[in-house]
Structures are given as C-alpha cells and as structure tokens.
C-alpha cells in the first residue's frame, strides 16, 4: 500500500482509532502491539500477502537470535542471524546483478557465457526492515539493549514492521525505538497535531513537487543525447529536487504518522542541501541510514581512532557498501566511490567536522562564504546524482559530457516555457524558504505555532489545496525500490 494512496487515507484513521479505543481496555500494551502488527502487515501485504512471510522470518530468526545470545552462544547467534538475513537481502537485491557482471567479466576476455537471470522482483522495503532487525541482534551481541524475553515477543514484531517506516524508513534502532513498543502509550493531542503538520508538510513535498518534477526528469533523461547541454543541466538540478523532496518528504510523512501513536522515529533529513561540505551533508542526509553504517560498520572497523591510511580506508568502505545498499547496478557503486573521493581531502586536513551547527544560526542569512561553500556542496552533490540517476556508467558519463559540452548551448530550456513547471519551481523556492525559516526547529512547520490563527490556518490550507490541485496518479517513492 502506497502512503500517498487514497486507500491509505482511509487505512489511517481506521488503526488510529482502533489503536486508542483498545488502548482502554485491560493488557492495553499487548493488545496494542497486535493492533500495529496486524495493521503493519495488511500495509505491507496489501498487493501480495506472500511478502508478509518474508518480513515475519526476518522478524523471528532475529528475535530467536537474542534469545540465543542470551543463553551464551553469543557468536553463533550473531553470525548465524547476520548470514541468513544478509543471504536473504543479497538474493533479492543482487542475485542477478552478480550474475551479469560475472558474464560481462568473462565476455572481457573473450569468453561468452549463457548464463540466465532469475525473474526475481525486490519486496519494496526490504533494506529498511532487513536493518532494522539486525540492528537488534548487533545490539543485544554488544549489550547495548538486552534481549526481549518470549513474553514480549508481540512487541519486537511490532518494531520491526511498524507501517509508516516499513517501505522508506527512518531505519528503526532497537536502543531508540524498540523501548517505544516495550510500553502502553497514552495519547498526546500535542504530539498528534504536530504529527499532522509534519505530514501535511511531507505530502505537499511528495505530491506537489517530486512527482510534478519526476516527469521532466524522466522525459529529458528518455532521450538525454537530443537535449542541449543547458537542457541537460537544468534536468540534473530538477533531480536534485526530486530525489529530495521525495524521500524527505516520505520521512515526513512517516514520523508524523508515528507521532499519532506517540511514537518517535529519528529525524533522516535536516537542510541537507544547505550543507558547507561534503562531511556537513552526509551528517544531514538519509541520517538513520548513515548513523547504523557508521555505527555497525564504520566504529568496528576502527572508525577515526585509528592511522589516517586506515581512516581512509574506513571511510571508502562504508561509502562502498553505502553505495551497494542503494542497488544493484555499479553506477551506485561508483556514486559511493564518488562521495568517499569528495570526503578524502576533508580527511587529509581533518576538517571533516568543522560545521558542527545549523547555518547561520546566529543571522537571517549565511555569510557570502557559506553562501558560496553551499552552492559548491550542492554542485558536487547534483554531479554525483547523475550517476546515481543513470542506468549505466557509460551513460552517466555521456550525460556529464553533454552536459558540459559549451557548443551545445542552445536556447532557454523548453522547461521554462511549460506553466505548471514555472509554478512547481516558484512553490520549490518557497518550501526551502520554509524550510530555512524552520531551521532551528525539530519538526517542520513548528514555526507556525508562533504565527497568528489566520496566517497558520491560511497556510495550512494553501498547503492542503495544492496537495489536492496536483494530486494525480500516485508515484512510488524513490527509495522504496532500496
């Protein structure tokens, strides 16, 4: 089931109030839990209940993986958990990408190999809840959460399959989330209304302008070698914006849904694109994805404590693997090589970490220098999207050369000339404002609160007919194929 969906419209206020009706009665936490499990798998199985099987063998093999632990056979039910459920996620995601590249490397040397790829098709969401899981088998191994008893089995399973964050994320952590379902929640109206301007906000992202953006990206990129260069940038920096406001957006759309059942998820996004280095973006990008790399893979391996070849080392390799997670195709493995070449030099001069706070915090508008280093990040980050965005490197690199190809300038993009894509860029421009004005808040529109009754209530409903104005077929997000 889509989250942008009308029948997720109605889906949504049926487990809202069934969760607080049962909330009243006696073993409220238990019957809780079984209200969100059940409601999480009809989400999850809504086009084919067979993925419900998928999800419930992750979800058991790691809770069984702490009980084992418990028990004293720490390693084997680590490493026993991380191979079934890595093996699971790698046939899924890159079954056939081995394949093919295993074909194409001995067609390199003048071998031809038959070999067939499987017709298998990736269970959307299957990266976040795979790592979700996980990630309490790695904590319970390290003693940072200690292992739910077969008493509470209901809400481990509710953790790991709790609906608005199974397709997209934020990816669950057992140290911050898992606790949330371990206790009977009594509703907040305070939370609930901030919920809902959270998702007010993530719908006006998706809806209005990822989508309406997606069809130029795919129409320039449909036949990207007849396209001017300045036709070609342009499309470079609308992904920019697709890619963000369409995952931003469904992270929005997730938290403040989980704020109707009181439940916090981690903040993934925080002004991103006004970041003033490579290092200050990654710190603000997809945050959940890059505190479990960082926490599971980047910290084992040394981390920064370590000489600087081994640091650097470190760093490739979550990048690599970062890379990896997104998909099956090399253009995500050279997008991480890309990013981890950025964040080298920042190494070498050990200023990885030297924009710790939010961009002028102190004044309405950045310095000229952070105003300069911004529009760099950003144009290092736009570049890199070409890969990311491209089917395959040899076309990622015939888009960048094109694009910077001088003697291919031609007249204005045609893009300008199209109404409903000069008025989607005005509403652009005018949701990073918001969003710059919001930036010292924890919640999107927080702001608001401060403005007068007519001024929120005409925002909040300017916001509501532009959702209801655009609103057409409903696109999947971009991260729900991770």
């Known amino acids: 089931m889509l989250i942008t969906s009308y029948t997720f419209l109605f889906f949504l206020p049926v487990v809202f109030a069934l969760y607080w009706t049962v909330g009243k009665l006696r073993d409220a936490l238990i019957i809780q839990n079984a209200v969100l499990i059940i409601s999480s798998y009809v989400f999850y199985g809504w086009v084919d209940p067979k993925l419900c099987l998928l999800i419930a063998f992750t979800t058991l093999t790691t809770f069984i993986s702490g009980v084992i632990i418990k028990m004293g056979y720490r390693k084997t039910a680590l490493w026993s958990a991380l191979l079934i459920n890595l093996l699971i996620l ?56 200690p292992p739910i008893p077969a008493s509470g089995i209901l809400s ?14 934020p990816i669950g952590r057992s140290t911050k989330s898992l606790p949330q379902f371990q206790v009977k929640q009594s509703f907040d109206y305070s939370t609930a209304v901030s919920g809902l301007r959270q998702m007010l906000w993530g719908f006006f992202k998706k809806i209005v302008i990822a989508d309406y953006f997606s069809d130029y990206v795919n129409q320039v990129w449909s036949c990207y070698s007849t396209q001017s260069s300045s036709t070609l940038l342009l499309a470079a920096i609308v992904f920019s914006f697709q890619i963000y406001f369409d995952f931003s957006g469904y992270s929005d759309i997730a938290i403040g849904t989980a704020k109707l059942f009181n439940i916090r998820l981690g903040k993934n996004f925080e002004l991103p694109y006004f970041s003033r280095d490579i290092a200050e973006f990654w710190r603000r990008w997809h945050i959940s994805l890059t505190s479990w790399f960082r926490d599971y893979i980047y910290i084992p391996l040394g981390g920064s404590r370590t000489t600087k070849i081994k640091h650097i080392r470190n760093t490739v390799v979550v990048f690599l693997v970062s890379g990896l997670w997104h998909g099956a195709n090399w253009t995500f493995v050279v997008w991480g090589l890309y990013h981890a070449i950025l ?80 008025v989607v860029s005005c509403l652009t421009v005018f949701s990073l404002c918001v969003e710059w004005i919001n930036r010292k808040n924890n919640t999107p529109l927080e702001f608001t609160t401060k403005l007068s009754w007519p001024l929120r209530y005409g925002l909040y409903l300017f916001l509501a007919f532009a959702i209801f104005w655009f609103y057409r077929d409903v696109n999947a997000f971009i991260y729900a194929q991770f």
Do not use: H
Request: hydrophobic share 50%; aromatic share 18%.
């Open 343 to 422: 964040f080298i030099p920042l190494l070498l001069t050990n200023k990885q970490k030297r924009f710790k706070g939010i961009i002028a915090e102190n004044s309405a508008l950045p310095s000229v220098g952070d105003l300069g280093r911004v529009l760099l990040t950003f144009a290092l980050v736009t570049l890199g999207w070409i890969i990311f965005r491209s089917e395959n490197i040899s076309q990622a690199c015939d888009y960048i050369v094109r694009m910077m190809d001088v003697e291919a300038v031609r007249a204005i993009p045609r893009f300008f000339l199209q109404p409903g894509l000069r």
């Open 156 to 169: 481990y399973f509710a953790y790991v399959s709790f609906f608005p964050q199974l397709l997209a994320g």
């Open 90 to 145: 790698g046939y899924f995601k890159y079954c056939n990408f081995f394949i093919q590249s295993f074909v194409n490397l001995f067609s390199a040397v003048g071998f031809s190999l038959d070999a067939p790829t499987l017709n298998i098709i990736l269970p959307a969401g299957l990266s976040f809840y795979t790592f979700a899981a996980l990630s309490y088998t790695i904590d319970v191994y390290r003693g940072d959460t």
